[in-house]
Nanobody
Framework: VQLQASGGGLVQSGGSLRVSCKLS????????MGWYRQSPDKERELVAG???????NYLDSVKGRFTISRDNVRRTLYLQMNSLKVEDTAVYYC?????????WGRGTLVTVSS
């Protein structure tokens, strides 16, 4: 099983970015999935989750700015991030929302400049 995140980069405060994560080696459509992030001075936190039937939930600090979605045919998870803030700077990872986690991938770095 492998999770490969992509799409990170450098963006100015107020800007937008979409990150993607592709799952290989497992049946993507069966799993509730989530986007997590970790910055150097914080523990990894769950930012957004989506169930197998597309119900979503969000960390309070990103509600109204971030949108999680999934494409079961492409086995890909997405996170659309708008109105980005400096405090959103982190490495973003995807993984299962609940249950035994898949091996963590490298994640994708999102840097928001002021």
């Amino acid at each position: 099983v492998q999770l490969q995140a992509s799409g990170g980069g450098l963006v100015q405060s107020g800007g937008s970015l979409r990150v993607s994560c592709k799952l290989s080696g497992a049946n993507f459509r069966l799993y509730d999935m989530g986007w997590y992030r970790q910055s150097p001075d914080k523990e990894r936190e769950l930012v957004a989750g989506i169930t197998s039937d597309h119900s979503t939930n969000y960390l309070d600090s990103v509600k109204g700015r971030f949108t999680i979605s999934r494409d079961n045919v492409r086995r890909t998870l997405y996170l659309q991030m708008n109105s980005l803030k400096v405090e959103d700077t982190a490495v973003y990872y995807c993984n299962r929302r609940v249950g035994d986690m898949f091996p963590w991938g490298r994640g994708t770095l999102v840097t928001v400049s002021s």
